[in-house]
C-alpha cells in the first residue's frame, strides 16, 4: 500500500451564496454511506443545517445519530483537522473515512484547498480528494459576471452540480451549461435534483478509491480521452487581455468576462522524466506563475523507478507532498499526464517550459517562435 491511500480524503464543498450548498449537504448527511464522515463547515454565518438544530457540544463537535460528525471552524481550519486526527489516533473517535468541508458562500477556494495540502502536519495525514461546486441555474450565470471568486470555484472544481434546474427553465440551464463548460470542460456536470447529487459518490472524484481497489487516474485527471484530447478550442485563440469589469453584463460583449482568460488543458509525455528536469519545471511554474495555476493534477513516469509513478497537485503555489503510487494502475499506459487548469498563462507557454526542462527537440515544435519569444527559455537549457 502506497502512503496516499491510508490518508483521509478531504472533499471541498463549494458554491455561491443561496446556490443551495445546505440543502445539498442535508440530503448527502442522509446517505447511510457518508456515516464515518466529518463535516467542517467553514463559515461565518449561521448554516441550518437539520442536524444542527441540536446545542453544540462545547468543544464544537457533535456526533450525529448516524454516526457522521458536524463542527464548525472557529479558529484555524488546520488546527480543526489536526484536532480530529488526533481524536482519531488517540481512539475518542472511531477512524474517519472522509472529511468534507463546506466553505463560505463566495470564498476564493485555493486559500481552503492550501491549508490541507500545504500544511507538512496535515498534508502527512489527509489528501485533498476533490472540489464540488454547486451552482444555481437561477443565478449562475448572474453570479459568475459580478464575482471574481465565483469564476475561481467553478474552475477549479472536480464536479459541477446544478441546483434549481426546474426553476430555471431549459433557456437558462443551457446558458449556463455553456459558460460552465467554457470555464471547465472537465468537471462531469450534475443535476441537483438527482438522487445521485445526494449520495457520497458525489464527493469520489480522486485517486482514492473507497474499496481500496486500483486508484482510478482517469477519473481523477478527467481526461478520459487520454491525448486526444488537449483543450484545444477553449478560447485558444482569442486574444485575452487583462480580464476587465464588464459594467453592461451583456453575454454578448466577451471580452470583458471574468473568466475570459481560463484554461483548461493537458500535457501527455511518453518518455520517463528525470526527476531534477521535474522539480525545475514544477518548481519555475510554482514560482514564478503560481498566481495563474489555478490547479495542477499529473501522474508521472519518473526515469529513476518508471513502474511508481509519481503524483503531484498542486493549488497555486502550494503543491502537496509528492507521493509515489505502488503501482501503474494501467501497466500498460506509463505515459506522463498532467491536467493545468490556468489563469492568463496559456497552453503553448507552459508546454514550451515542460518542453525546454524535459529536452524534446524545437525543431519538430510548430510554435517554436513562442520559444524563442519566451525570455524564461534559456538557449542551450537542456536538461
Known sequence: MSPAFNVVPVSILTGFLGAGKTSLLNRLLKDPDLADTAVIINEFGDVSLDHLLVEASSDGIIELSDGCLCCTVRGE??????????????????PLKRVVIETTGLAD?????????????????????????????????????????????VAMADRLVISKMTLAGPDAVASLTVRLRELNPRAPLIDGDLPEAGKAGLFECGLYDPEGKIADVGRWLQDAAGHDHHGHGHNHDRDCGQPGHDHHHHHHHEENRHGDDIRSFSIVHDQPIDPMALEMFVDLLRSAHGEKLLRMKAIVCMSDKPERPLVLHGVQSVFHMPQRMAAWPDPADRRTRMVLITKGLTEAFVRDLFDAFTGKPRI??????????????VPGLRL
Open 77 to 94: 481550519l488546520v488546527d480543526t483537522l489536526a484536532d480530529l486526527m488526533d481524536r482519531m489516533q488517540t481512539g475518542r473517535i472511531k
Open 109 to 153: 477556494p485555493a486559500p481552503v484547498l492550501q491549508s490541507v495540502m500545504g500544511n507538512p502536519v496535515i498534508a502527512q495525514n489527509y489528501r485533498l480528494d476533490g472540489v464540488v461546486t454547486v451552482v444555481d441555474a437561477v443565478n449562475g450565470l448572474s453570479t459568475l459576471d459580478h464575482h471574481g471568486e465565483a469564476v475561481k470555484q
Open 364 to 377: 519538430d515544435r510548430p510554435d517554436r517562435q513562442a520559444l524563442e519569444d519566451n525570455p524564461l527559455a
